[in-house]
């Protein structure tokens, strides 16, 4: 049942980001006069759809995107059956700076999916875990990991990684991820002075991402009148250090310390004002279980139109460079392919977001849509990258070339395609519990 949910997630996913990847295509070449013989959602047979000037509007049977022909394209068959061919409306006759418009379309057109997501979570408002947000102050360090042998602790503040200034958790666990089994500088803050300290990572887990053992501090972000926590002097805004002999990695490490206090006094270690604070607290029965009566601390995030535009717009250009230098760091060698998602991982967290709720599936498409997008403008054909540089390079030297030249570009661009496909395979098949142990 749950392959099931995951695989129709997926097509919905997949179906939105390439139907509006198209559309991009389509709408430019519309606009500019071209015939376009199909207009598709989904490809296979023709269940139904309508005429639109020349164009067959479609709904086809296989939900997976969709698709445009164009008169004059490489694999254009269509053109014998049209009696005004020679008219200049079919694509190659048309300028390159037209030709160059639409095939970049269809990437801006996900860059504006990514967007409008994000523009429409930015107005309604949104909850996030405020660690994420909050200024890189260690809240757990791991026994034996490498920041525990590098003699980091709970409270130190990182500053800068490889020179490179952090100010947020966010930040400072990429920065870390993208640099698996290296020596990684951190600049760290501690009693109001700063000092660099050389941590190596290491790549433990299937993604082989980088990984200190630090966790990010987790904060009070409410306190029921009257319960526990508030009667033994807890704040808002306390970092929670350690319930017990159990140190606070996330927030919820903490209600299965309290359950297995049966009612017993816990020692807690906070983090106040840059001072460790000790304390005592009871838990008590409140509605049928033991608690002490702290929220966890989100940020809500909500804005007005062109303010949640303007940081949905800046959103996604971070995390086009995020995925840029991801991209470097996978073609050099320092980030292992097994970091990547596929068709397998996408229609897994498709699955899962799904069940979280709509809101989840669509910040899933908004992600995984602004990766489409940059991806298909690598300079390798057949994406949308490679036919704009044949464009660009024809421009350069003033003519076209020939039939024989764009298909071994286009062959050679498909060859390395297939390989890149089998990486992505590997690398989802590499997580799996089925295969994933007898492969390296």
């Not at 129709?8 to 606009?31: D, N, R, Y």
């Amino acid at each position: 049942m749950e392959i099931l949910s995951n695989l129709q997630a997926f097509i919905i996913v997949l179906g939105i980001i390439i139907f509006v990847h198209e559309f991009g295509h389509f709408i430019t070449a519309k606009a500019f006069g071209m015939r376009v013989f199909i207009f598709s959602f989904g490809f296979g047979r023709r269940l139904l759809g309508f005429k639109w000037g020349d164009t067959d509007c479609r709904l086809s049977l296989i939900p997976l995107g969709g698709y445009v022909k164009l008169e004059g394209e490489a694999d254009d068959h269509l053109s014998e059956d049209v009696s005004a061919r020679g008219d200049g409306r079919d694509f190659t006759s048309r300028p390159r700076w037209q030709r160059f418009l639409v095939y970049v379309a269809g990437p801006v057109m996900n860059a504006v999916l990514t967007i409008s997501v994000m523009t429409v979570f930015h107005m309604k408002g949104f909850g996030v875990e405020a660690a994420l947000y909050d200024r890189p102050i260690i809240g757990a360090v791991e026994a034996a990991s490498p920041a525990a042998q590098a003699d980091l602790h709970p409270g130190d503040e990182i500053r800068a990684i490889d020179g490179a200034r952090v100010s947020t958790w966010e930040e400072a666990l990429y920065k870390i991820w993208i640099r698996p089994d290296t020596t990684v500088r951190l600049r760290i803050l501690r009693d109001g002075h700063e000092s660099d300290v050389e941590v190596h990572s290491t790549s433990t887990g299937p993604e082989k991402a980088g990984k200190i053992g630090v966790a990010p501090l987790v904060r009070v972000g409410s306190l029921s009148p009257g319960a526990p926590a508030e009667l033994a002097g807890l704040k808002v805004d306390d970092g929670i250090l350690q319930v017990g002999d159990q140190p606070v990695r996330a927030f919820s490490d903490i209600p299965p310390v309290v359950t297995r206090s049966a009612g017993q006094p816990l020692a807690l270690r906070l983090l106040r004002d840059g001072k460790i604070v000790e304390m005592s607290v009871t838990p008590r029965q409140i509605d049928g279980a033991p608690r002490l009566g702290i929220g966890q601390k989100t940020v809500i995030r909500r804005f007005g139109l062109f303010r949640s535009i303007e940081e949905s717009a800046r959103w996604a250009w971070g995390q086009t460079r995020t995925t840029i230098e991801t991209l470097g760091r996978l073609l050099n060698g320092s980030l292992s392919p097994k970091s990547m998602m596929g068709p397998l991982g996408i229609a897994k967290a498709s699955g899962e977001k799904a069940r979280e709720g709509a809101g989840s599936l669509f910040f899933l498409i908004a992600i995984i849509s602004l990766q489409v997008g940059i991806l298909n403008l690598f300079p390798l054909a057949p994406l949308d990258g490679g036919h704009l540089a044949i464009l660009l390079a024809e421009g350069v030297v003033r003519r076209d070339f020939s039939g024989t030249v764009k298909a071994w570009i286009m062959n050679a661009g498909a060859l390395v395609m297939f390989l890149l496909i089998g990486v992505v395979l590997y690398s989802d098949l590499s997580k799996t519990s089925w295969l994933g142990k007898y492969l390296p």
